[in-house]
């Protein structure tokens, strides 16, 4: 396969140079002055050499191979912000459950019995969806309580036989594993950081990996596990993936143990000085957004599992206002129950039209910027995707064939509100091809399905969810 080739679309969305969320000109249209029509990209060894005219770079280059018959639409990769491959296998339970009882009830129970092989199966599995919904890069928090099992190793697998970029974490949560203040308890803290470190390492080796140390929730870990964690990130530089702020009970039960709520009481341990990306980040007050702003916090919007969790609507309009990164994710893939990121993009533009009850408040550009260069800032990996640049990684998708793309009067609008995965016929990882001709080739559909489907029933009989009546497989 060559290394060197063009992707033409009848417009090509660079994503490149845009005004921040306070300078843009919002008048109907103002958008498509950004958007380049009849244009190609110049990939050579997985690198960006040239966004141009269609015309004048085939002239310039016709030898090559051009993908793309100048009708479709051509994007940078989408940038999946959050999400827990570690729910890969447990799809399509408790969507009538809080978060709470469902973490208590769903994830809990998966969580103590997931193995690497599990993990490496069920990432594999949700990369196709991935890749065929136009994500090239993904944010992965996973968690489980299987101590020992280093389940979490087995993520680095999946995404490496997939081709996908990402970040990786697992997040962990100790509390009521053990006895607080026992031999026990010492010992599952020690694990989760050799786990930690055993996954940076497994990440070293992976070329389009990156770590960071996840803590799944800070009510999840005892105090002595949360300043150890803070302590292991500064001895390693290591940036942080969390959540923060996703539902009222939350905020409550925080008050109740420390005295504060969960942004403060991060800001008070030290976890700010690192990187942090953190989920959510739904019921925040002036104050956290203020704190969020000043030490750079990203927050990633999953506005689907938001709305089957009822758990509430992050304030975006506001955060980015105030200067924060807000980037989208999907969420876990037994909280959202997909990794379709073409429907996040458009449940997160609905979502804070009928929630402020104004049209304008976010659109399509807005919504398409937080899934591309700002997704890769909110990860530091804004200096090699996220947008279509000379000199970035060639992670791009081009849409085409189908009729969600076949009228563009505003090809960004078009996108976010009609695009589906049935459009997306080619993406590149790296400037390697992973899906061609509206199939994955990296990862065989067919097959993986079929390696799944006796995993995920042992899955639901020994996490006890069969018996529980969650799940009818078996």
């Known amino acids: 396969m060559s290394t060197e080739f063009l992707v033409r679309g009848r417009y090509v969305l660079t994503m490149a140079g845009l005004p921040g969320p306070g300078e843009r000109d919002r008048t109907p249209g103002a958008h498509l002055d950004g958007v380049l029509a009849d244009a190609c990209v110049h990939v050579r060894d997985g690198e960006i050499v040239a966004v141009d005219d269609a015309a004048r770079l085939v002239a310039a280059h016709p030898a090559l191979p051009v993908h793309g018959d100048g009708t479709g639409l051509v994007i940078p990769g989408l940038v999946s912000t959050h999400t827990h491959l570690s729910e890969g296998l447990a799809t399509g339970m408790g969507s009538e459950l809080s978060l709470f009882e469902w973490g208590e009830g769903i994830v809990g129970p998966v969580g103590a019995v997931l193995t690497r092989e599990d993990a490496a199966e069920g990432t594999a599995l949700k990369a196709v969806e991935m890749l065929m919904s136009g994500v090239t890069c993904v944010n992965d928090m996973f968690c489980h309580n299987h101590v020992g099992s280093r389940a979490s190793l087995g993520v680095v697998d ?3 036989r997939a081709g996908l970029r990402g970040v990786v974490s697992f997040g962990a949560e100790d509390v ?5 203040g026992s031999e026990a308890a010492a010992a599952v803290v020690a694990d989760v950081l050799a786990e930690q470190v055993d996954l940076a390492t497994q990440v070293a080796g992976a070329p389009l990996l990156e770590f960071r140390y996840g803590v799944g929730t800070l009510l999840g870990q005892t105090d002595e596990l949360l300043a150890a964690g ?8 290591w940036g942080v993936h969390t959540h923060l702020a996703e539902v009222r009970e939350e905020l409550t039960a925080a008050r109740a143990r420390w005295g504060h709520r969960t942004v403060e009481h991060a800001e008070r341990l030290g976890m700010f000085e690192r990187p942090l990306i953190a989920g959510h980040g739904v019921w925040l007050t ?3 957004v203020a704190s969020l702003a000043r030490h750079d ?7 689907v599992a938001n709305m089957i969790l009822g758990s ?3 304030p975006v309009p506001r955060l980015r206002a105030a200067g924060v990164t807000v980037g989208i994710g999907t969420d876990g893939a037994a909280s959202n129950d997909g990794q379709d990121m073409l429907q996040a993009l458009k449940m997160a533009a609905l979502l ?4 402020h009850l104004d049209p304008l408040v976010v659109d399509a550009l807005d919504v ?5 260069i700002d997704g890769a800032r909110a990860l530091g990996l804004d200096h090699l995707v996220g947008s279509l640049e000379p000199g970035k990684r060639a992670d791009l998708v081009l849409l085409q064939d189908t009729v969600e793309v076949a009228v563009l009067h505003d090809p960004v609008s078009q996108l976010v509100y009609g695009a589906s995965p049935r459009a997306v016929r080619d993406v590149w990882v790296d400037g390697v091809q992973v899906v061609l001709d509206h199939a994955c080739v990296s990862v065989d559909e067919a097959a993986q399905i079929e390696r799944c489907r006796p995993l995920a029933a042992r899955l639901g009989r020994d996490a006890g969810l069969v018996a529980a009546g969650h799940s009818v497989i078996g």
Do not use: F
């Not at 009521?176 to 607080?180: F, M, R, T």
């Not at 804070?352 to 929630?355: E, F, I, L, T, Y």
């Not at 398409?368 to 591309?372: H, I, K, Q, S, V």
């Open 312 to 314: 509430g609507v992050c």
């Open 158 to 160: 999946g995404l490496t």
């Open 286 to 288: 002036e104050a956290d």
């Open 230 to 237: 803070v302590d292991l990130c500064r001895q390693r530089g």
């Open 368 to 372: 398409l910027t937080m899934a591309t």
């Open 352 to 355: 804070q039209k009928v929630h």
């Open 297 to 303: 916090v990203a927050i990633a919007h999953s506005p």
């Open 176 to 180: 009521g594993l053990a006895e607080p």
